[in-house]
Each structure stands twice: as C-alpha cells, then as structure tokens.
C-alpha cells in the first residue's frame, strides 16, 4: 500500500515536471530557453587554431580575447589557477616572450548545446631569450563556450608530461566525440 502511495506520488511530480516543461516549450531542466549555436567537429579545431594563431602576434590583449570574462585557466607553467580575463592575460604576457606554438599531436572533441570540449595531447614549441628552442610535450583541454555570439574559452587545462613518459609518435591523431 505505501508502494502504491509513493509511486502515485512519483507519477503526479512526473506530470507536474513534463505539464511545466509543455507550458515553458522546453524540457524541464532546460532552464531558459535559447536556441543551440552551430558548430562542427572542424569549427571546434579551428577555436584551437585561432587560439594558437593569437600566441604567434605576441600580444597578450589578442590571446586574452578568446577566453570570457569569468573563464579558468589551469596553467602548465604556474602553481596557481588564473580566475577571470584580467588574470588569464597576465599570465600570457609572461609566457609570450617565449614565442609558444601549439601542434595537436592527438585529440577528442566533444559537441554540446552552446558548449564544446577539444582535449587531448599538443607538443608546445618554447624559445628561450638565447633562441635555443625546446619541445614540451603536455595534456591539454579546452572547453568553450557560446556566449554573446561567440565561441569563447570557458576553461583551459595543461599540464607537463613527465620526461620519463613517451611522447605520443607518429601522425597526429584524433577521435570525434559523440555529439
């Protein structure tokens, strides 16, 4: 009998949930309602690219353009996490001296509604001040966002691979994530 009550109880709160859903014209976690932005597999690699493109001009103010406001960075080479903008552009003012450029050694992208991920493995390319260049090999993640329409990073995540663990070899890589 008390079986019989819960699940009445479950169905009436399922119909209450799918009646509201009906009435917003949305599904009933959907939250505001806002059409999905557009965008392929190859568009997402290209948010990756046109980042990398923005390391090549040398200025932190261009990198910082393609993160949001309220965007993390997880840095590779800092101990601590950089909150916001302002924060984000500091840190690539520091970093671009070394004239960085990134190359994907291996991928996944994953594709969701206003929302993308691109994570996998990139050699990082470093100049010192003598010009003496290095390859760093690191993980690496990226997740945008579409907001205001554009796609901009959310969050960022390197980290270095330890010396004594392989660098993948061969041809780059990539696995298309289910949308």
């Known amino acids: 009998m008390i079986r019989r009550y819960r699940l009445a109880a479950v169905a009436m709160l ?5 009646a509201k859903a009906a009435a917003s014209g949305g599904a009933p976690h959907a939250g505001p309602s806002r059409a999905c ?3 392929t597999w190859d568009g997402v690699a290209g948010l990756f690219d046109r980042w990398n493109q923005s390391l090549a001009t040398r200025d932190a103010e261009q990198v910082a353009d393609n993160y949001t406001r309220d965007a993390v960075l997880l840095p590779a080479f800092a101990n601590s996490p950089r909150n916001g903008r302002e924060a984000i552009r500091d840190y690539y003012a520091a970093l671009l001296p ?4 990134a190359r994907v050694v291996q991928r996944t992208i994953k594709i969701r509604c206003n929302l993308s991920m691109d994570f996998g ?3 990082l390319r470093l100049t010192d001040s003598s010009g003496t260049e290095s390859i ?3 993980q690496y993640s990226f997740v945008y966002e579409y907001r205001d329409g554009r796609w901009l990073v959310a969050h960022e995540h390197a980290s270095v691979i330890p010396k004594d ?3 993948l070899g061969g041809q780059a890589t990539d696995r ?3 949308p």
């Open 14 to 18: 399922l119909g209450l949930a799918v």
């Open 37 to 39: 932005a557009h965008v």
């Open 98 to 101: 070394m004239a960085p450029h």
């Open 121 to 123: 493995v990139l050699a």
């Open 136 to 138: 760093v090999p690191a």
């Open 165 to 167: 663990e392989p660098m």
């Open 176 to 178: 298309r994530g289910e």
